[in-house]
């Protein structure tokens, strides 16, 4: 009743789970009560303030993720994962037309390769581009695209329970790649210019026309902003629930590649990239 005939702020929503979770499934119901009047506040990690820009009170009230309260999540529509989706109370988050700006333009087009290197469900990594698929990929893609690398540090996001290890690759790519543009290097010169590692990612994500990116929250956030994205994901439950061909294109309209292998990646450059 307060949704469909009353419709005055009344609705706050609070989350500090995992961040694929908040991408996928809390950030749409907030823009969707949003929409429809009845948003009174919201609150979640720090840094998420741009993620919120249309929230009248968003509080940024936790330091570190916590996935266990994804499972206390119940009024939040579809949460952790579903055989089928209600879209009912879940609205797509115009990030791209929000953020886009005249601050990162290049010359060529912006593709940008959002990596990882994290503990998984416990286990050594998984999920992630090693250099030698990284040398692959630039030698694939840089005559065509400005190659922006993403790899966020740990003191650069809200750390949930999967640790960051260290692949070693932004040296290795200032030494033989000095074309990729390392967004960590970016974000330190214009440090002044944003409010957090999180809004920079969302101004040059905004401006970007593809994606190559890996499970997680890292393929979500580049599932938001139209164009083409790669996912490359070897393992996870978004598999048998047919994720990448259902809720992740609907976060923007974006063309989703779920590669299972490192030959899938390849083989969706040739024919989309």
């Known amino acids: 009743m307060q949704d469909t005939l009353v419709k005055k702020p009344y609705k706050v929503i ?3 789970g995992e961040f694929q979770q908040e991408l996928l499934f809390v ?13 009174l506040g919201t609150a979640s990690c720090k840094n998420t303030q741009e993620l919120y820009y249309f929230s009248p009170n968003h509080q940024e009230k936790f330091d570190e993720r916590e996935w266990e309260s994804n499972d206390e999540s119940y009024e939040i529509p579809n949460m952790t994962h579903c055989n089928s989706f209600d879209y009912r109370k879940w609205a797509a988050v115009p990030l791209k037309a929000t953020y886009q ?3 990162f333009v290049y010359e060529k087009p912006i593709l ?7 503990i998984e469900w416990g286990e050594p990594p998984i999920n992630y581009f090693s250099i030698e698929v990284l040398a692959k990929l630039i030698k694939a893609l840089n005559q065509k695209y400005t190659i922006l690398y993403n790899r966020p540090s740990a003191s650069s996001i809200v750390l949930d329970n999967s640790e960051i290890l260290e692949l070693n690759e932004h040296e290795w790519l200032r030494t033989h ?23 920079f990612q969302l101004l040059v994500y905004a401006n970007a026309s593809a994606f190559i990116s ?6 979500t956030l580049a599932s938001y902003f139209g164009g083409k994205n790669i ?7 978004e598999h048998a629930l047919n994720e990448f061909a259902t809720i992740f294109p609907k976060l923007s309209g974006a063309d989703i590649y779920h590669a299972k292998s490192e030959e899938d990646i390849f083989n969706f450059i040739a024919h989309h990239y």
């Open 27 to 39: 950030l749409p119901f907030a823009y969707w009560h949003h929409l429809n009047g009845t948003l």
């Open 101 to 103: 700006n005249e601050l």
């Open 231 to 237: 996912i490359f994901s070897k393992r996870g439950v």
């Open 177 to 199: 790649h000095p074309e990729v543009i390392l967004m960590e290097d970016v974000y330190q010169e214009c440090k002044a210019l944003v409010n957090s590692f999180n809004h």
């Open 214 to 219: 890996v499970h997680g929250g890292t393929a």
């Open 112 to 118: 940008v390769i959002a990596n990882k290197f994290n």
């Open 14 to 16: 609070e989350y500090h």
